[in-house]
């Protein structure tokens, strides 16, 4: 017990850390070192991406030789190095240049200035490729949930992590951003570097109580090798009883620990690499197998389970290019509008504050799934989850789309009100409009990502092999980085190729008032139904990997099948109950 809440403490400080540093970087490029919008949000969104790249570094690292926990302690001390150097250069006023409240023919930062800011982004990316796909492994690990018995609670660990972490980012989106907006940004961004360094602390500290599980070689050498072993054998027909397959339980002990994976007839091409031939006879009579000419059957379905999960990787390739600038936008909007919390108040919400709303109905969402819609579901779906992974990420592409469509009529409702009040080519002057009129694409932001994170989280940890955990988060913040360089690509694009004769085009670098923001957002729209139509297509054609576990409580040594949660006692023919999928 000690642990996990030695644990949590550490996860709520690092996200604390992670939000308050990250949330309002617009506002510092923006309004501290004067990059026009365009620049400062591609800035960000090609460091976001090279933070989601990363990862996959992290993993063969972690899943080959170092381990999950080596590398979280090895990227925190790099993530810290990198938030330091930034938090000291807020402190100094010779890495900014001087203040422009005009915002009119303002001096950009130089090129030392801004050397400083890549050199502590591409720190911090680097300290997130180690953290980001082993943290949430890592911490799975020490509650064993990867038993399939264990994963249809009432209150399952993915929500329970995304609701701490929601907590966290609420906390840092109050108090840090107004520090950095009404206090200053040294402070601002030096209170969340030294959460990071609570974080790490705790962490250490909790050290002697973790389970640590030992890396059993690199899951990419496993998958070349199953590649060529099938390349090797392309000419060979592959027999039509799959008992002919090569099996070698001993060899695939480490990496099978909850279950071998069993035979799927999906991408049988591969089931090449698992023939026996006159050639490998020899070597396996001495059990000695050439695992660059033949792997076991768990091998290939390894690969097999990695291949039919990267079309869902890819469709959160477009749900993140939807969402990547709005985060900037939507801050640029919030600064031009009346941000009084009642009408007779002086307290002003600072514009990357409203992201506070995103954050509340997360978490609100979190709380009211398992509690009132996984009961309610579960009455007509007979699934004690309620719904499949598979379902809970569509509906958060449903409600993604709905928050896209309904931000372009309030970007329309903005700019008309700007426009009666003859307020269009007033940058600094504030639209008398009020900010909440954000809140409802906040929220509904806030629900898809309830509904599209956490099933995508759990989908992937639960779809994945079992020796590929680690590999299968990375995959995750891979989609991540694809979508935030794809957004980049469409607002230069956009940037680029809207613009008019007069000059003006959809997004304009100073002043937003001139600008067909509403234009982009139908345009996003646009795309994400498209990405949910294919998204569709991939769950409807999808097999969910069906595992051989030994049973451990009450009947020792019973084999097991399962497939998508549903339980089949081999050894008496029992069956237990089925998780309808899509």
């Given at each position: 017990?000690?642990?996990?809440?030695?644990?949590?403490?550490?996860e709520?400080?690092?996200?604390?850390?992670?939000?308050?540093?990250?949330?309002?970087?617009?506002?510092?490029?923006?309004?501290?070192?004067?990059?026009?919008?365009?620049?400062?949000?591609?800035?960000?969104?090609?460091?976001?991406?090279?933070?989601?790249?990363?990862?996959?570094?992290?993993?063969?690292?972690?899943?080959?030789?170092?381990?999950?926990?080596?590398?979280?302690?090895?990227?925190?001390?790099?993530?810290?190095?990198?938030?330091?150097?930034?938090?000291?250069?807020?402190?100094?006023?010779?890495?900014?240049?001087?203040?422009?409240?005009?915002?009119?023919?303002?001096?950009?930062?130089?090129?030392?200035?801004?050397?400083?800011?890549?050199?502590?982004?591409?720190?911090?990316?680097?300290?997130?490729?180690g953290?980001?796909?082993?943290?949430?492994?890592?911490?799975?690990?020490?509650?064993?949930?990867?038993?399939?018995?264990?994963?249809?609670?009432?209150?399952?660990?993915?929500?329970?992590?995304?609701?701490?972490?929601?907590?966290?980012?609420?906390?840092?989106?109050?108090?840090?951003?107004?520090?950095?907006?009404?206090?200053?940004?040294?402070?601002?961004?030096?209170?969340?570097?030294?959460?990071?360094?609570?974080?790490?602390?705790?962490f250490?500290?909790?050290?002697?109580?973790?389970?640590?599980?030992?890396?059993?070689?690199s899951?990419?050498?496993?998958?070349?090798?199953?590649?060529?072993?099938?390349?090797?054998?392309?000419?060979?027909?592959?027999?039509?009883?799959?008992?002919?397959?090569?099996?070698?339980?001993?060899?695939?002990?480490?990496?099978?620990?909850?279950?071998?994976?069993?035979?799927?007839?999906?991408?049988?091409?591969?089931?090449?690499?698992?023939?026996?031939?006159?050639?490998?006879?020899?070597?396996?009579?001495?059990?000695s197998?050439?695992?660059?000419?033949?792997?076991?059957?768990?091998?290939?379905?390894?690969?097999?389970?990695?291949?039919?999960?990267?079309?869902?990787?890819?469709?959160?390739?477009?749900?993140?290019?939807?969402?990547?600038?709005?985060?900037s936008?939507?801050?640029?909007?919030?600064?031009?509008?009346?941000?009084?919390?009642?009408?007779?108040?002086?307290f002003?919400?600072?514009?990357?504050?409203?992201?506070?709303?995103?954050?509340?109905a997360?978490?609100?969402?979190?709380?009211?799934?398992?509690?009132?819609?996984?009961?309610?579901?579960?009455?007509?779906?007979?699934?004690?989850?309620?719904?499949?992974?598979?379902?809970?990420?569509?509906?958060?592409?449903?409600?993604?789309?709905?928050?896209?469509?309904?931000?372009?009529?309030?970007?329309?409702?903005?700019?008309?009100?700007?426009?009666?009040?003859?307020?269009?080519?007033?940058?600094?002057?504030?639209?008398?409009?009020?900010?909440?009129?954000?809140?409802?694409?906040?929220?509904?932001?806030?629900?898809?990502?309830?509904?599209?994170?956490?099933?995508?989280?759990?989908?992937?940890?639960?779809?994945?092999?079992?020796?590929?955990?680690?590999?299968?988060?990375?995959?995750?913040?891979?989609?991540?980085a694809?979508?935030?360089y794809?957004?980049?690509?469409?607002?230069?694009?956009?940037?680029?190729?809207?613009?008019?004769?007069?000059?003006?085009n959809?997004?304009?670098?100073?002043?937003?008032n001139?600008?067909?923001?509403?234009?982009?957002?139908m345009?996003?729209?646009?795309?994400?139904?498209?990405?949910?139509?294919?998204?569709?297509?991939?769950?409807?054609?999808?097999?969910?990997?069906?595992?051989?576990?030994?049973?451990k409580?009450?009947?020792?040594?019973?084999?097991?099948?399962?497939?998508?949660?549903?339980?089949?006692?081999?050894?008496?023919?029992?069956?237990?109950?089925?998780?309808?999928?899509?």
């Amino acid at each position: 017990m000690i642990d996990h809440i030695k644990r949590i403490t550490n996860e709520i400080c690092d996200r604390f850390a992670a939000t308050g540093f990250h949330a309002n970087l617009i506002t510092y490029l923006t309004v501290q070192l004067n990059i026009p919008l365009v620049k400062a949000s591609n800035t960000l969104t090609n460091f976001t991406g090279l933070s989601s790249f990363t990862p996959i570094i992290g993993a063969l690292v972690a899943d080959s030789f170092a381990g999950r926990y080596w590398t979280i302690v090895v990227a925190l001390l790099i993530y810290e190095l990198g938030m330091i150097i930034i938090t000291i250069s807020a402190f100094l006023p010779q890495f900014h240049p001087p203040q422009c409240p005009t915002q009119v023919n303002c001096k950009e930062a130089s090129q030392s200035q801004l050397s400083v800011l890549y050199v502590s982004l591409f720190l911090t990316a680097i300290g997130l490729g180690g953290t980001r796909p082993s943290v949430v492994a890592f911490a799975a690990d020490q509650l064993d949930i990867s038993k399939p018995k264990k994963q249809a609670t009432s209150w399952n660990f993915f929500n329970w992590y995304y609701l701490l972490l929601s907590l966290a980012s609420l906390s840092a989106l109050t108090l840090v951003v107004y520090i950095q907006d009404r206090v200053s940004w040294g402070w601002g961004l030096g209170i969340p570097t030294i959460a990071m360094v609570v974080a790490f602390v705790v962490f250490l500290v909790g050290s002697p109580l973790y389970q640590k599980a030992k890396p059993e070689g690199s899951p990419f050498v496993r998958v070349a090798q199953v590649i060529v072993a099938a390349i090797k054998k392309r000419g060979v027909e592959v027999p039509v009883d799959d008992k002919l397959l090569y099996e070698n339980k001993d060899l695939d002990a480490g990496i099978s620990k909850d279950g071998r994976l069993v035979h799927t007839n999906q991408l049988r091409w591969f089931d090449r690499a698992a023939i026996i031939t006159q050639d490998d006879t020899v070597h396996l009579l001495t059990n000695s197998p050439k695992l660059w000419r033949i792997a076991t059957v768990h091998r290939v379905e390894e690969l097999k389970s990695m291949i039919r999960l990267l079309p869902f990787v890819s469709t959160g390739i477009l749900f993140v290019m939807a969402y990547s600038h709005q985060g900037s936008f939507t801050i640029m909007q919030a600064r031009t509008m009346d941000r009084h919390i009642t009408k007779t108040s002086s307290f002003e919400i600072p514009p990357a504050s409203m992201a506070v709303f995103d954050v509340l109905a997360l978490i609100i969402t979190l709380a009211l799934y398992d509690r009132l819609f996984v009961p309610f579901a579960s009455r007509f779906t007979k699934n004690p989850a309620g719904i499949t992974c598979l379902q809970r990420m569509g509906v958060g592409f449903a409600v993604n789309i709905c928050a896209t469509l309904v931000g372009s009529f309030v970007e329309i409702k903005r700019k008309h009100v700007a426009r009666d009040h003859k307020l269009i080519d007033q940058t600094t002057h504030i639209i008398p409009i009020s900010v909440y009129w954000l809140v409802p694409q906040y929220t509904l932001h806030g629900v898809a990502q309830a509904f599209y994170q956490v099933g995508k989280l759990e989908f992937l940890y639960d779809q994945s092999p079992e020796s590929m955990k680690s590999t299968a988060m990375a995959l995750y913040w891979i989609a991540i980085a694809l979508g935030q360089y794809a957004g980049t690509l469409m607002v230069t694009l956009v940037h680029k190729y809207s613009a008019g004769k007069n000059g003006r085009n959809w997004l304009p670098d100073r002043n937003i008032n001139k600008g067909r923001l509403e234009y982009y957002y139908m345009l996003v729209t646009g795309i994400q139904v498209v990405n949910l139509v294919y998204y569709y297509i991939c769950a409807w054609f999808y097999t969910y990997k069906p595992l051989e576990e030994v049973a451990k409580s009450g009947e020792e040594g019973d084999l097991e099948l399962v497939v998508d949660n549903m339980v089949v006692d081999v050894t008496n023919g029992h069956e237990g109950k089925e998780a309808k999928d899509t």
